[in-house]
């Protein structure tokens, strides 16, 4: 039978690499870090940063209004390629990305994704300037 302090020491942790760009970066304070949390997944890492880093408002959407862009041309009834979106949720806001090792995460397993030591999470949020 484990003991309490047996169970906290069995609780999965992962390490990854964190890389901040933009408004991110200003609010974290460095444009990467090595960032260890409890769990494995692109969810649970998101969750414990955004307990150690106050920037889930920079890239998290409450709403789809917060996922969408405003202003663009029509989209064509016909996209080329593979288009995806992040499930109600999971959204980022507009012009802010999360990228599993260069990819972004709703091309993986969304918030899903299974993360390992070593991986590189990059944390977007763009400074935007107009003329």
Known sequence: MATEAT???MLETTTVE????GHVR????????????EGS?????LEAFFDDYDVEDLLIAE??????AHGWAPVPDELPGTWRKNPDGEQTRTYARVCI??????????FATELEDGDRVALIYP???CC
């Not at 200003?26 to 949390?37: C, I, K, M, N, R």
């Not at 997944?41 to 890492?45: A, I, K, P, V």
């Not at 709403?63 to 969408?68: N, V």
């Open 26 to 37: 200003d609010a974290v304070g460095t444009p990467s870090l090595e960032y260890t949390f």
């Open 7 to 9: 169970s906290r020491e």
């Open 18 to 21: 964190v890389r901040c760009t």
């Open 63 to 68: 709403t789809e209004a917060d996922a969408t």
């Open 127 to 129: 400074f935007m300037f």
């Open 41 to 45: 997944t692109l969810g649970e890492f």
């Open 101 to 110: 090792n260069g990819r972004f995460n709703e091309h993986v397993d969304g």
